[in-house]
């Protein structure tokens, strides 16, 4: 039974309680949100990305047809360029089963390009079954320019292919196909269904760029001092300006960035949906499994100046430096920067502190009315992150960032979590959360523990589910929130829980009492399909099993740990046909069964709570 007292009042809820997070993983941005059709545009894929790529990774050439990377380049932030001999042609495979094109649909093509005169570039869209558009011819002479054409596709198609071929010898760079039709129609725009799919949430913030993507990785700039480093942190100043002159970057989760969808992009699709934008910048103190403080007091110095200019090129007149940059991108008016976040999840809190606080200051000093966001560290749903929250709380922080995948029997047994945090400690940003799975108890699971985040509301200020797009065929992290392939999106059930919450925000908390809640302690049972998560911070014994809990599976790959992956802390092996994690120190790790083949078996984790947790 529930008890109100509808005169008593509780803690108010911010309309900006629930919003989302966006990180490109699982192909999030190229390949997903962004737009653009062509994937690998600009001929910079690298093996220093993935082992798998190559420069023409996508592409398949017909004739002579080299990447180059010389003076004779587009511009210096863009190495590579095509060279494509004459009577040569390459073409492009796209994203998932190839370009999607639809029937009446229009496409506008692009291509830089460095001709002799009398060059004719024949473009072709097209599947097994032939074209897909008329085909067009456009006529290149000279140095570097940008060339356009449109089609409209007269048929529809999942497999379609764009390809360029030359008369005479050409270099090429930035091969691009845009839908005519983008999210509210905006230029170097957003896939419409799914950034509608995003706008429906009725999102209050948008935290961006990531996660891990944004503090992992070398902090050098882009530049030839730095060696043309990739594998560098996310930085704000490479993904703004012409999209030609943003350098394309070795992703977090192992694949190419192009850096299209860059912070202008953010602010706007912000904007757009009606969010309050809450970036991300990295610390300097690497996270995500990386470990290492950097320390060299020029290199943090400039960091803190670039988020000083980030907040200007958010927030500053058309006037100001940076925010002259924004107007000359299309956006004179400010963006209405609020809070921003330093670092994601730093495993050496001491170190990351001692930076937190030199942004922190310098941020203030400057601009008295942002929100400067800390973190707790990797997952918080144990107690290893402590130090992190105390430094917090002795530095006065305002706010802290936590993270926490969980089984569903967690998030049901913590629902009172927030009750007992100080009142007058630092607010909780919950950044990303998620029981880890996509099936129907997750998503109930999930919005059980949603209650306590709003009965907590004075404590809890922000909270967003994680992650929120994966491309099914380029999957680094399940659950997520949204799924898509070229073609189709479609949500989950746990889009469904954070839809109902995020629409139906209240204003102020209605103080209530239950009896004769469900008891949800007990043995815990993982998600479902190739991956599962395991836990044993707070359970002992922790197996992945078949679903009956027993033994693991029968087939051939039961018996050998060689055929199984997990990512994070913890050692697995296998025993007696269960897949057994045997350092109970760890916490967090999602173990994946190696075979795509073995998807239709269930896998669950069969665990012991620990006495006292
Ligand atoms: O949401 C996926 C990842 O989970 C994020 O990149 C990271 O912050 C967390 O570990």
């Known amino acids: 039974a529930i008890t109100l007292d509808p005169a008593a009042r509780g803690a108010a809820i911010d309309d900006t309680m629930y919003g989302v997070f966006f990180e490109d993983i699982n192909r999030a941005a190229d390949g997903g949100l962004y737009a653009e059709l062509v994937q690998n545009r600009s001929f910079e894929y690298?093996?220093?990305?993935?082992?798998?790529?190559?420069?023409?990774?996508?592409?398949?050439?017909?004739?002579?047809?080299?990447?180059?990377?010389?003076?004779?380049?587009?511009?210096?932030?863009?190495?590579?360029?095509?060279?494509?001999?004459?009577?040569?042609?390459?073409?492009?495979?796209?994203?998932?089963?190839?370009?999607r094109v639809e029937k009446g649909k229009r496409y506008d093509f692009s291509v830089w390009a460095r001709a002799e005169s009398g060059t004719t570039l024949t473009v072709t869209l097209k599947d097994a079954a032939g074209t897909l558009a008329n085909v067009r011819q456009v006529a290149a002479k000279g140095g570097w320019r940008k060339y356009t054409a449109t089609f409209t596709a007269t048929r529809t198609s999942n497999r379609g292919r764009l390809a360029v071929a030359t008369t005479a010898p050409v270099a090429l760079d930035m091969v691009s196909?845009?839908?005519?039709?983008?999210?509210?129609?905006?230029?170097?725009?957003?896939?419409?269904?799914?950034?509608e799919k995003i706008e429906a949430l009725n999102p209050g913030f948008l935290r961006f760029p990531g996660g891990c993507l944004v503090n992992t990785g070398s902090?050098?700039?882009?530049?030839?001092?730095?060696?043309?480093?990739?594998?560098?942190?996310?930085?704000?100043?490479?993904?703004?300006?012409?999209?030609?002159?943003r350098a394309t970057n070795a992703n977090f989760w192992g694949y190419n960035q192009s850096y299209g969808l860059g912070y202008y992009e953010y602010f706007r699709f912000a904007e757009d949906i009606g969010a309050m934008p809450l970036p991300v910048v990295p610390a300097l103190v690497t996270g995500c499994g990386q470990n290492k403080a950097v320390d060299d007091e020029a290199l943090l110095k400039r960091h803190i100046q670039d988020t000083l200019d980030l907040i200007e090129f958010a927030n500053g007149p058309a006037t100001s430096k940076w925010g002259k940059v924004r107007a000359e991108m299309g956006h004179s008016k400010p963006f209405g920067l609020t809070h921003i976040g330093v670092g994601n999840e730093e495993n050496l809190p001491r170190e990351f502190f001692a930076r937190f606080q030199q942004f922190r200051a310098a941020i203030e000093a400057k601009y008295p009315d942002i929100t400067v966001i800390s973190n707790s560290g990797p997952d918080d749903s144990g107690t290893t992150f402590d130090t992190a929250w105390q430094l917090g709380r002795e530095g006065k922080v305002d706010m802290v960032d936590e993270h926490y995948y969980n089984s569903p029997q967690w998030f049901l047994q913590n629902n009172d979590r927030y009750d007992s945090y100080d009142r007058k400690g630092p607010k909780v940003f919950l950044g990303e959360y998620a029981s880890q799975g996509n099936a129907w108890k997750n998503a109930l699971s999930e919005a059980a523990y949603m209650t306590g985040l709003e009965r907590n509301a004075d404590v809890v200020k922000l909270a967003s589910y994680a992650p929120l797009l994966a491309n099914e065929d380029y999957v680094q992290w399940r659950p997520d929130l949204i799924w898509f392939n070229n073609r189709a999106s479609w949500n989950s059930a746990n889009y469904e829980v954070q839809k109902l919450f995020m629409n139906n925000t209240g204003d102020r908390v209605v103080p209530s009492k239950a009896t004769g809640t469900p008891d949800v302690s007990g043995p815990i049972t993982g998600a479902v399909g190739l991956s599962t998560w395991a836990t044993s911070a707070a359970y002992d014994d922790v197996r992945v099993t078949s679903a009956d809990g027993t033994a693991l599976l029968t087939d051939d790959f039961s018996g050998d740990a060689s055929k199984w992956t997990h990512s994070g802390a913890g050692s697995w092996t296998v025993q007696d046909g269960q897949y057994v994690q045997t350092d109970a120190a760890a916490e967090n790790t999602m173990v994946t069964a190696g075979d795509p083949a073995w998807k239709d078996y269930d896998l669950h984790v069969k665990a012991t709570k620990k006495s006292g947790k």
Do not use: C, H
């Open 177 to 195: 196909l845009f839908p005519r039709e983008t999210y509210k129609n905006q230029p170097n725009g957003l896939r419409k269904d799914l950034a």
């Open 46 to 99: 690298s093996t220093a990305d993935n082992s798998s790529y190559t420069p023409l990774t996508a592409w398949t050439a017909d004739g002579t047809a080299e990447v180059v990377n010389d003076g004779g380049r587009l511009n210096e932030r863009n190495r590579n360029y095509l060279s494509l001999g004459a009577g040569s042609s390459v073409t492009n495979a796209g994203y998932n089963t190839g370009v």
């Open 219 to 245: 902090m050098e700039d882009y530049s030839e001092a730095s060696g043309w480093q990739r594998k560098r942190a996310y930085q704000w100043k490479d993904t703004i300006g012409p999209v030609e002159e």
